[in-house]
Nanobody, 125 residues
Framework: QVQLVESGGGLVQAGGSLRLSCAAS????????MGWFRQAPGQEREFVGG????????VYADSVKGRFTISRDNAKNAVYLQMNVLKSEDTAVYYC??????????????????WGQGTQVTVSS
């Protein structure tokens, strides 16, 4: 089992950048595929991107491709979401999630068993 805690959210102007972090407990962090999701007010939670256990492969939603970058540091039990060229439509609560079944990055919420509490990102236009 793993516990996840996100940090780094805040208020930023459109065009700016933020870096979110997700700290994981436990000594087997490297065995988890990690995902980032977000949920805007009144909308369903959606996939943002994910990274494989080794960190060698990433997958992104089309809406963030080329602007967001996911990385991980297994020695530090952490995964990161670097967000650049932020837009007002990126405003949401951002969640990190973990799965320890399978090796690939999947996009469905139900594929991830462990979730953080979320961190708010607000982009002002």
């Amino acid at each position: 089992q793993v516990q996840l805690v996100e940090s780094g959210g805040g208020l930023v102007q459109a065009g700016g950048s933020l870096r979110l972090s997700c700290a994981a407990s436990g000594s087997t962090f490297g065995s988890y595929v990690m995902g980032w999701f977000r949920q805007a007010p009144g909308q369903e939670r959606e996939f943002v991107g994910g990274i494989t256990r080794s960190g060698l492969s990433t997958v992104y939603a089309d809406s963030v491709k080329g602007r967001f970058t996911i990385s991980r540091d297994n020695a530090k039990n952490a995964v990161y979401l670097q967000m650049n060229v932020l837009k007002s439509e990126d405003t949401a609560v951002y969640y990190c999630a973990a799965r320890n079944v399978g090796v690939g990055v999947l996009r469905r919420i139900n594929d991830y068993a462990y979730w953080g509490q979320g961190t708010q990102v607000t982009v002002s236009s």
